[in-house]
């Protein structure tokens, strides 16, 4: 179904997440963002730093910087759209531990024609606190379908 966001609600402590995403498709071409949340949720809207870059097979490239400080780069993503799916990966390192929460996003998909892109984006939310909630957000329109999985992994 048609959603302008993704939740995840319920992180507990010792653990780092990953988020799967399998065959996505937005309603507009955007990258797709990311806020961590905490209990309520209550999503945190400043004080993040983050970056992400996109390399084409046809020689291409985009790079953008978070200057805002309002949200994770996690996919820096074009043209992923109705007929350009892409799927990705994302890293949520310790997010309810009492440190710096850092996400990280590697995939890819078709872009515009037959280009091939690679994606990446990266963040760390700057302050000393506690996340339990994770959320996803295209920048322009809304996720239409696609698989979305999380896992968690022991910290040890």
Known sequence: STSSTIEFTGLESGYDY???LYEWINSAASRVQLRL???GPTYRESGYLSSGFTICHNGGS???ASNEQSTFIAMQGYNQTQTHPFSWTIDILDPVGSGKSQARGTGGGEGAGVDREVNFGE???NT???HTAV?????SGTF???T???YRRLRS
């Open 144 to 146: 239409t379908s696609g």
């Open 18 to 20: 990953q988020i799967v």
């Open 123 to 125: 963040g760390i939310y």
């Open 148 to 150: 979305a999985l999380i």
């Open 128 to 130: 000393n606190e506690s």
């Open 37 to 39: 949340g905490i209990t």
């Open 135 to 139: 959320q996803l957000f295209p920048t």
């Open 62 to 64: 985009t790079a953008l």
